[in-house]
């Protein structure tokens, strides 16, 4: 399994696209806004020949689903994401206004809503599915156990944890499931955070100041 790392929008979110020996592929929060971001992506894609068969996002956050209803209307797949965070996407626009963010972008409808029991298959790989509140009700992570690859969303960062001062977010709730359903991975298991570097579980066991 492949992951190519875009770093896209005002506030540095990380776009993950990830394939397998068979070329199909998945994007993992479609962050892009801008027309430099939209070619950086589209020529990855066009260059590896992949087949883009997921669009799936960890979270709702405004950054996090800038480059979804480009993504879908350009290679024709919806947002996956949890019902937790739905309300997001119709504020979008207003969310933008209230930060000072001046971009003019609309936002796009989940076309499957994901749970724990659901899995996300792309060519011969899969994830699974972990439903992790905190930072948000919808908060998700996908993990690969063949690979041993967790994306983490805004949930845990190298060093550090998702905020949980933003409406809907609880830091004792973040905290639990963290511990409860990410924490009992393997400790080589490498994490793709929403924003900054990767890491791994076992490192976060060992140094993480919030676990
Ligand atoms: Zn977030
Ligand atoms: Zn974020």
Redesign the pocket.
Known sequence: MTVKTFIFNPVQENTYLVFDETLEAVIIDAGCVFENEYRQIDGFIEYNKLKIKHLLNT?L?F??ILGNKYIADKYGVLPEAHAGDELMIASLESTLRSLGINLSVQGQPIGRYLTETDTVKFGNAQFKILHVPG??QGSLCFYNEKDGILFS??TLFRGTV?RTD?PAGDHNTLITNIQQKLMLLPDRTVVYP?HGATTTIGEERKSNPYL
């Open positions: 979270h956050h950054d996090h930072h948000s969303g805004d998702g933003l929403g």
